[in-house]
């Protein structure tokens, strides 16, 4: 009991420390020298990385961001047996690499949204139901031109894609915590849609 306890416990350390690893904040630095916190919404996410250095590194950061979501996901899957049965340890897994991103270790609790990194999560668990997610994402951000208005009914949804899919129960309810605390993440994103400022794509 106390190995599996200690195993889970390693668990969340390292995909909470991956998901810390500040992505768009070292590539903005090494290549422009800014801190990417003083630009834009002041996120290190890959749409704030687009305001300083265009689409190609938007998607660099996304993708990376996904990836860096999904890896402790996939390695907990494959190598942690406690809680096997339900889903546990992949899902405490996914839960810690999403506070990393929006709230790193390295750059004083501050970070992005967990979008990117929030799929990456949820295609580790269930690759139909992230690409659903991710389709879902780009169709709407392209018809709306809001990052953030295809960001929230993406992940809004994906508790109910997950449960339509058969998906664990515990994967079922980390989808919809993550929707709620990206949600919250996006509050002030929210604001501004209501008060008809908010960025849109370009």
């Known amino acids: 009991m106390i190995y599996k306890?200690?195993?889970l416990a390693m668990v969340v350390l390292i995909a909470y420390l991956t998901g810390s690893i500040?992505?768009?904040?070292?590539?903005?630095?090494?290549?422009?020298?800014?801190?990417?916190?003083?630009?834009?919404?002041?996120s290190t996410g890959a749409t704030n990385v687009k305001r300083v250095l265009g689409k190609n590194y938007f998607f660099l950061v996304m993708i990376l961001d996904a990836l860096k979501g999904a890896?402790?996901?996939?390695?907990a899957k494959i190598f942690i047996t406690a809680g096997a049965s339900i889903g546990l340890a992949p899902v405490l897994a996914a839960v810690?690499?999403?506070?990393?991103?929006?709230?790193?270790?390295?750059?004083?609790?501050?970070?992005?949204?967990?979008?990117?990194?929030?799929?990456?999560?949820i295609i580790a668990l269930n690759w139909i139901a992230g690409i659903i997610i991710a389709v879902v994402w780009g169709i709407i951000t392209y018809f709306t031109k809001?990052?953030?208005?295809?960001?929230?009914?993406?992940?809004?949804?994906?508790?109910?894609?997950?449960?339509?899919?058969?998906?664990p129960a515990a994967y079922i309810a980390y989808?919809?915590?993550?929707?709620?605390?990206?949600?919250y993440l996006h509050r002030e994103n929210i604001k501004r849609l209501?008060?008809?400022?908010?960025?849109?794509?370009?």
């Open 146 to 167: 809001y990052v953030s208005v295809g960001s929230i009914i993406a992940l809004v949804i994906s508790p109910f894609i997950m449960y339509f899919l058969n998906a």
């Open 22 to 42: 500040p992505t768009g904040y070292l590539i903005v630095k090494a290549k422009t020298g800014k801190d990417i916190r003083t630009v834009g919404s002041g």
């Open 194 to 202: 209501i008060q008809g400022n908010e960025n849109k794509v370009r």
């Open 175 to 183: 989808c919809a915590l993550g929707a709620v605390y990206i949600v």
């Open 96 to 121: 810690a690499v999403i506070v990393g991103h929006s709230k790193s270790l390295f750059l004083g609790f501050k970070g992005g949204k967990s979008v990117a990194s929030g799929v990456g999560t």
């Open 5 to 7: 306890i200690i195993e």
């Open 71 to 75: 890896l402790p996901v996939v390695l």
